[in-house]
Structures are given as C-alpha cells and as structure tokens.
C-alpha cells in the first residue's frame, strides 16, 4: 500500500517537474582538417544567433554550439531547436558555415512570461555623450572591455513591467524564461574568414591576424585587436567595439556605438553614427556624413591624420606633442575654448581656411592634421593661446 | 475415441456421497475472505481514482497557472505585449512624424532631405523585418528591444540633424582664421 502511495507521489511529482525545467544542449560539435594558409577560406553565415570567434590551438577548424535553457517546457525547446539549422560543408579550401535562426538569440536572451507586460520604456539620458569630457586611452579601453551582456536588473531599469491586473511588477526569474547560447567559431591563425552576419552578435577573442572580410547587418562586433591591412569591414546598425585596429577598411552606418581603443593604417568611411576613438595612431583617414566624432587622443607619431565631413560634429582634443592642423570649411562653425568662430556659407560652396597651426618645432613633431569639413560643427578642447585673425571678410 | 455424454451419469457414482460435517462454517469463512480481498482491492482503485482526479486537476492547474503557456486562442487575437507595442509604436511615429515636417521647413538642401528620406525609409523597412521575428517570438526582450531602438533611432536622428542645422543657420557677420 506505502509502496504504491510512494508510485502515485512519484509520478505526480515527474508530471509537474517535467513541464518546466533547465536545460544544456549541444546543437553542434564538429572538427574540420583544414590547411592552415590564406589559401583556405572560412564563410561564416550568421542569422539571428551569437558567435564567438577565435584562434584555435591545433590549425584544425572547430565549431561548437550549445544552448541552455532555463523555464523552456518540452515542447517549447523543440520549437526552438526546430527554428535553428547549422549546416557545414568543406569542398576543397572552402569552408563553408550556416548558423541560422529564425528566431533571435542572443548569448543571454530573456522571454517574458503571459502574465507580465512592458508598461513603459524608461528613457535614458540621450545626451549624455554630448558632453566633452577627455577620456584616456585607458578608460576608453576600460569602456570597450565592460560586459554588455543584459542582466535582469538592467531589464527593470530599461522597463516598467506589470501584471494583467495593472500592478508593477519586476521582472524576476519567476517571470521569465533564459536562454543561454555558446556558439564558438576556432580557426588557424592563417585563414581567410568571410563573415556575413545579419542581426549577429560576434565576439572576437584574442588578437586576430586572420584577413577577414565582415559584412554585417544589425546586431554586434565586439574585438580584441584587428590586425590585418586586408581587413573589409562593412557594418550597418552594428554595435561595434574594438580594442584596436590595425588597418583595414571600415565602412561604418548607422552605428549609435563605436569604441575604439586605438586605430592605425585605417581608412573609415562613415555615416550617421556616433564614433569614439581613444587614439589615432599612423595613417589614419575618416570620411563622414553626418556622425558624431570623439577624437580623444593622438600617438606621438600618428604622421597625419584626416578627416572629409559633411554634417559632421566633432569633439576635437588636441595632441599632446608638436603638431601641424590645418581646418577648411564651408558653413561650418568651429567651437575653440570660450570662442566660436566660423565660416559662412558660399555661393560656390567654396570651401575657406578657418585654422591654422604649423609645427612650433619643439619637441616631437607627432603629426599633420586636416579637416576638410562642410556644414559641419567643430569641438576643440586645448588649453593652448589662441591668436585670432580677423580677415578674409566676405 | 467417441463417448455418449450421458453415460456419464447411468452408475450414479457419488449420488450417496454426504457431504462432510461443518460444511456450511467452512463455506462461510470461504466467503467472508473473498469478500475481504475484494473491499482491499475496491480500496486501491479507490485510491487510483483519488489519483487520477489529482493528475486532471494538477494538468487543469499547470495549464491555467503555468505563466508560460500559451493558449492556441491567445496566439490568433493579439496578446497583450503585442498591444503594448502597437502602443509604443503609434507614440513614436507621430512624434517621428512631426520632427519629419519640421526638419522639412528646416532645409533646403535636397541632397540631405533626400538622403535622410532614404535613411528613414530603410529604417522603417528594418522595423518590418523585425516586426517578422516578433510576430514569432513576441515575449523574447532582445526582439522587443531592437523595435523599440529602431523607432528611439529615427526620432533621435531627426532631433540631432535639426540641433545641427539650427546651429549652423545662426548669424554670424565675419569668417575668421584662427592661428595658433
């Protein structure tokens, strides 16, 4: 009799336990024998999912994806599993990688439970970038390298939840369903890697030296050092953070964030996005419309930098050792300490001489700076003496 | 080999048998015990039944209670985050859509109302795309996010461009070099 109770319990138990639970799974583990030289192509198709990408320690090619699911029930993981697909094929010195979902995951994705509601979006302070605070190299790094990962408590400060019945609620582990995903991409250090990623988010660990063409719509690019002067980069919508970048071209839109630690022998063109470099090291060159540029700091040997605007705003601090800077405008104002100086509009759209400073020849001469710019505003922060010439009066 | 049934029965063979004393007792006590096998095995169907109205109500319960269950009538008419984001949307489209005119009376450079034309209609495009994957996974927060930061970038895009031109239309008599 004790026996049978005991079956009944048993059972009861396993028919409720078995509807919500926590869940690792692997949805794919393969290696590839591959030849470790440019020759070898790697073609990464990503829709929808998170990559991690990085060297591998053995020149064989290696892709592992896991996924982790807390509050799924059964069926609930089986449609999920049902909207991924990961196919990969070698023919020859082609590899090629197809991630894709249809629906959106994230490494750390959080599902609202029926019972509680988006109330409001709580607004975050919009402006808080324009201010012209310096940041170092350092603190720039700092900010490239803080975890973005989102935790409950950053979903109850972005949100206002409630219940069906109207009460504010807070989102809690309760109330939610996690979904945690692990895709790792391992290749030899020598490869090429085409990257196509649409709503993606790819994290790249270590230094990577491997030429990589990157053409991504929506979603991420976090980096460590990007260091190949073959490097293509084409990102629109894109979250993108690197520690440093070592050439390359960048093609940037769209883009609300855009840390770089440090850039050399790089060319980017940009649109509508606001960018903050920490440094500007060698050979670098920008060509934007209407973004927001901070250019924080200058190597002592940056050899010149720059800068084609139009519609552009610019946080401009000046290096710290010799330089040389010439700025032309057309209808563009330049911001200079208490001062604002600025170059009306011509009928030509001529553009005229609005700054000039020649190399003082003392100390390390770092640099030849120009801005080419057209109704575009200007930020310069210096603590130098200024001379004004009043002339070229129209 | 065939045998007539009925000479079975011609020797009578048993007919003067008596039946043994105490019968009657012994055919009683036989027949309480099965009567006690059958009330124990009447008790564990009892408790089957106990059960298995316990199962019904839990599956009745997980499916009313359980906050992740989804009822397939929920999933046809619009659910309530869903509302909430026809809401939110129908708030920032008119805002996006007032900040559009006055960005329109703003300037008169075609080049830039053209391009910000284009940036907007590519935006609105995304949205729908978007708008896609959340038909699909409508409680996923990353998908929630990424509609909301697509209508939060249009109207943050029309402001700044507006604070810029503003600032560059204002009058100032005399071009200047700065040497430093």
């Known amino acids: 009799m004790r026996r049978l109770q005991f079956k009944i319990i048993v059972t009861l138990i396993l028919l409720i336990s078995c509807d919500l639970y926590s869940q690792k799974l692997k949805v794919h583990n393969e290696e590839l024998e591959i030849n470790n030289s440019v020759e070898t192509k790697v073609f990464l198709n990503v829709d929808n999912l998170a ?4 060297k591998s320690i053995d020149d064989k090619l290696h892709i592992d994806c896991e996924l982790e699911f807390t509050n799924y029930t059964k069926a609930e993981i089986d449609e999920t599993m049902k909207a991924l697909t990961i196919n990969t094929g070698l023919k020859g010195n082609e590899v090629s990688i197809a991630a894709l979902s249809s629906r959106s995951i994230a490494p750390v994705c959080y599902v609202l439970s029926e019972d509680i509601v988006i109330k409001e979006v709580l607004s975050k302070d919009e402006e808080s970038k324009e201010k012209s605070i310096h940041k170092s190299k350092s603190s720039m790094l700092e900010e490239v390298n803080k975890e973005s990962i989102k935790t409950l ?5 972005t949100f206002k939840f409630e219940d069906q019945k109207g009460n504010e609620k807070k989102v809690s582990i309760d109330n939610v369903q996690v979904l945690k995903s692990r895709f790792v991409l391992r290749i030899p250090s020598k490869v090429k890697l085409f990257i196509k990623g649409n709503d993606t988010k790819i994290k790249m660990n270590g230094r990577m030296s491997n030429e990589m063409d990157i053409d991504m719509k929506g979603g991420s690019l976090k980096a460590k050092i990007m260091e190949n002067k073959h490097n293509k980069v084409k990102m629109d919508d894109v979250d993108f953070k690197v520690e440093a970048i070592e050439g390359g071209e960048y093609a940037i839109a769209n883009v609300s964030n855009v840390l770089m630690g440090s850039i050399e022998n790089a060319k980017i063109t940009s649109e509508l996005s606001e960018m903050e470099i920490g440094e500007i090291k060698k050979n670098v060159s920008i060509v934007d419309f209407n973004s927001v540029l901070w250019l924080y700091n200058f190597s002592n040997d940056f050899e010149h930098f720059d800068l084609s605007s139009e519609y552009s705003k610019v946080h401009f601090f000046y290096p710290k050792t010799d330089y040389g800077l010439k700025v032309f405008g057309h209808n563009t104002v330049n911001y200079v300490g208490d001062m604002t100086v600025k170059m009306n509009p011509s009928k030509k759209e001529e553009k005229g001489l609005m700054m000039d400073r020649k190399p003082q020849g003392e100390g390390r001469f770092s640099g030849q700076i120009q801005f080419d710019m057209k109704h575009s505003i200007i930020h310069s922060y210096s603590n130098l003496k200024l001379e004004i010439n009043k002339h070229q009066k129209q | 080999m065939k045998k007539d049934i009925r000479d079975l029965f011609d020797g009578n063979e048993g007919s003067d048998l008596e039946l043994p004393k105490g019968h009657r007792q012994e055919f009683l006590e036989k027949l309480k015990k099965s009567k006690s096998r059958k009330s124990k095995r009447q008790g ?70 053209e391009r910000y034309e284009r940036k907007l209609e590519s935006l609105d495009a995304e949205y729908r795309e978007i708008l896609k994957v959340f038909k699909n996974d409508s409680n996923n927060i990353s998908v929630i996010e990424s509609l909301i930061e697509n209508l939060k970038t249009r109207l943050k895009l029309l402001k700044n461009i507006q604070a810029h031109i503003k600032l560059l239309n204002e009058k100032r008599e005399e071009n200047e070099t700065i040497t430093i």
């Open chain 2, 44 to 113: 564990y169907v009892k408790i089957y039944r106990v059960a298995a109205v316990l199962i019904v109500f839990l599956s009745i319960g997980m499916v009313v209670f359980n906050p992740f269950y989804k009822d397939e009538s929920e999933v046809v008419s619009k659910s309530p985050i869903e509302l909430q984001i026809k809401n939110i949307e129908k708030g920032y489209l008119i805002s996006i859509g007032n900040e559009w005119k006055s960005f329109l009376k703003l300037t008169k450079d075609e080049k830039l109302i």
């Open chain 1, 51 to 54: 990559f991690v990408v990085e």
């Open chain 1, 153 to 157: 408590e950053f979903l109850n400060e």
